[in-house]
């Protein structure tokens, strides 16, 4: 369930390119209190800083305990003599990043369902939606957006990218619909309303566009 890497960089770099959604706990060689929990893909645990020689991730004063689930290192701190605290904290970058995570699926879910409803039905509560898109602080500011506006769009696309006029790219292996995403033109960050008329569906270049080009 983990694996202990000691004194092998190069055995500990590519665990983490074989599992890059792992957890990695940073500890002291001695194996005293300090072991902090990490994602895989964090900066800290496995891109050394200009400043720092070769070596420094498992062949000095740390060791690196890697597992493809958080629940593999919890056994690794019991069997190492943790009573209750099994980790000495968590990565604040990484609980950043789980907690954007968790909000995705969570809406990706909301959509799902706003889906599945009759027409007739989400028109209803699109009826009676202002979209003023209530903000709250999750570390980062997002955004909670109508599930029923990015079903619409989404519908009202039908599989065709509302920009360059090409069919979605490939289906969704959750239900097989076409993949594409739903931009807001007036950016909710600048005060754009959460509505159809301020919706656009996207094909993911035309979206990577509208973003960065």
């Not at 202002?130 to 599930?147: C, F, L």
Request: charged share 25%; with cysteine; glycine share 6%.
């Amino acid at each position: 369930m983990y694996k202990e890497i000691v004194g092998d960089d190069k055995k500990y770099l590519n665990w983490l390119a074989q599992n890059p959604d792992g957890y990695v706990v940073n500890c002291l060689t001695t194996k005293d209190d300090y072991r902090v929990l990490h994602r895989s893909d964090c900066r800290s645990i496995n891109t050394l800083i200009s400043s720092a020689s070769e070596g420094g991730f498992t062949e000095r004063k740390y060791i690196k305990v890697c597992s493809s689930t958080v629940e593999g290192l919890k056994k690794w701190s019991v069997d190492n003599g943790a009573k209750e605290q099994c980790f000495s904290s968590i990565c604040k970058h990484c609980m950043k990043k789980d907690q954007q995570q968790q909000e995705f699926e969570k809406f990706a879910q909301l959509v799902a369902e706003a889906s599945k409803v009759n027409a007739s039905t989400r028109k209803d509560k699109l009826n009676s939606y202002d979209g003023v898109a209530r903000s709250k602080v999750v570390e980062t500011i997002v955004y909670s957006r109508s599930p029923e506006v990015v079903a619409e769009t989404l519908e009202r696309a039908n599989g065709i990218c509302e920009e360059c006029g090409e069919d979605a790219p490939f289906n969704r292996k959750s239900d097989g619909s076409p993949y594409l995403e739903v931009h807001h033109v007036i950016p909710l960050s600048q005060s754009g309303l959460d509505l159809l008329s301020n919706t656009i569906a996207l094909c993911p270049n035309c979206h990577r566009q509208a973003h960065f080009g």
